[in-house]
């Protein structure tokens, strides 16, 4: 069992920067796949970005490449968003997700563990 717990979000204005973590409460991320995804009001789940453990290897989703950072450190057993240049219509409850033993996934099915989320608003 997984439990994930995010924070760093908040109120912040269009063009500026926050960074999310997501830490992994009792367990090692090791041979996990984690991914970052968020939901605004009405809308469904997003992904946003994810990292596998195992290789590495990082994923974005095409509208913040360029702008967001996915990175971890696995002697904190922490995952971090850096998210700049941030929009207002990014404004939503950012949640970490968690699968073990497979590759990051962009829908939602494809976790097992997730967290309560963070909420991120974006001014205008």
């Known amino acids: 069992q997984v439990q994930l717990i995010e924070s760093g979000g908040g109120l912040v204005q269009a063009g500026d920067s926050l960074r999310l973590s997501c830490a992994a409460s009792g367990r090692s991320f090791n041979r996990y796949s984690t991914g970052w995804f968020r939901q605004a009001p009405g809308k469904e789940r997003e992904f946003v970005a994810g990292?596998?453990?195992?290789?590495?290897?990082?994923y974005y989703a095409d509208s913040v490449k360029g702008r967001f950072t996915v990175s971890g450190d696995s002697a904190k057993s922490t995952m971090y968003l850096q998210m700049n240049t941030l929009e207002p219509e990014e404004t939503a409850l950012y949640y970490c997700?968690?699968?073990?033993?497979?590759?990051?996934?962009?829908?939602?099915?494809?976790?097992?563990?997730w967290g309560q989320g963070t909420q991120v608003t974006v001014s205008s």
């Open positions: 990292i596998n453990w195992g290789n590495g290897v990082t």
């Open positions: 997700e968690a699968v073990y033993n497979a590759d990051v996934a962009t829908t939602i099915k494809g976790y097992d563990y």
